[in-house]
């Protein structure tokens, strides 16, 4: 496997609590890798590891090759957090380009990504309204843009669709595909949603802060004889018990 992010006994305390519990993970250059777990089971935590931005208790995380924490990182990968950190003052342009403006872009790049990203999520036609006035949906979106806007090799998405309509999140889960397929890029999703899962080429399951389980969605189900991914997490869940 030609890996990669690498996971290596990585734990994470909060106080005395522990939220990851000796994490091993190797994520293949790419592939698209879902994180699924119930609420509060630690797929942030793990996924702000990976990004870096936050720092493990013990363990470590190696990406492309290289040990975190690492600041030459920063331009190979993108992040969507959960909650959007935007300005709300500017317009979805306006963020667009400030974001941008923190990589190294010719100008011209810059304004074929911005243009790119945002033809992406459907908000090219709203990138001269101020943010204040997207509705949520919109904010999503526009966080999607930014997280893709400097073509990193990474794309790391916390629940990227959540809000979504249907029929954009079909067109941008097809966008991502398309993201893998044809650009070789690597990326992790968190999710809820069970058809979500099942697009991706493998699948960790997290719970408690460890994992449970991780295989590409027909290696989970053989091995838990459930015929879709929710009968193998409810399946899983009973016998962590
Ligand atoms: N900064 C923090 N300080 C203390 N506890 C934290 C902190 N961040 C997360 N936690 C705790 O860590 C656990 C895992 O949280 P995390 O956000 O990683 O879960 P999650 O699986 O992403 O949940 P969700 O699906 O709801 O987003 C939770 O119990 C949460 O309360």
């Known amino acids: 496997m030609n890996t990669s ?11 005395k609590t522990a939220v990851l519990d000796r994490v091993n993970l190797q994520i293949a250059g790419g592939e698209i890798f879902g994180l699924i777990g ?9 996924v702000k590891m990976i990004v870096g ?18 600041l030459t990182l920063l331009q190979d990968i993108g992040y969507m957090a959960q909650s959007d950190a ?9 963020n667009l380009r400030f974001f941008a403006s923190l990589y190294n872009m010719k100008k011209s790049k810059l304004k074929e990504r911005i ?3 945002a033809d992406l999520v459907q908000l090219t036609g709203e990138l001269g309204k101020k943010v204040s006035a997207y509705s949520g949906g919109m904010k999503r979106r526009l966080s999607l843009a930014i997280a893709l806007v400097h073509d990193p090799h990474i794309l790391i998405l916390d629940e990227p669709t959540v809000g979504i309509d249907p029929e954009l999140r079909l067109s941008i889960w ?13 990326i992790i999703v968190t999710t809820h949603v069970m058809d979500e ?3 991706c080429d493998r699948i960790a399951m997290v719970r408690e802060g460890g994992i449970l389980a991780a295989g590409t969605p027909g290696e989970l189900k053989a091995t838990y004889g459930a015929t879709d991914l929710e009968g193998v997490f409810l399946q ?6």
């Open 236 to 241: 899983a869940g009973r016998d962590a018990r």
């Open 115 to 117: 243009a790119y990203a």
């Open 53 to 70: 931005i936050d720092s493990p208790s013990a363990g470590t995380v190696d990406v492309l090759g290289k040990r975190l924490p690492n």
């Open 38 to 46: 119930p609420s509060g089971s630690g797929k942030t935590t793990l």
């Open 86 to 94: 935007l300005y709300p003052e500017l317009t979805g342009k306006e």
């Open 174 to 186: 097809s966008e991502l595909m398309l993201l893998k397929r044809e650009h070789g890029k690597t």
């Open 5 to 15: 992010i690498s996971i290596n006994n990585l734990n994470k305390n909060y106080g």
């Open 197 to 199: 899962a099942e697009k």
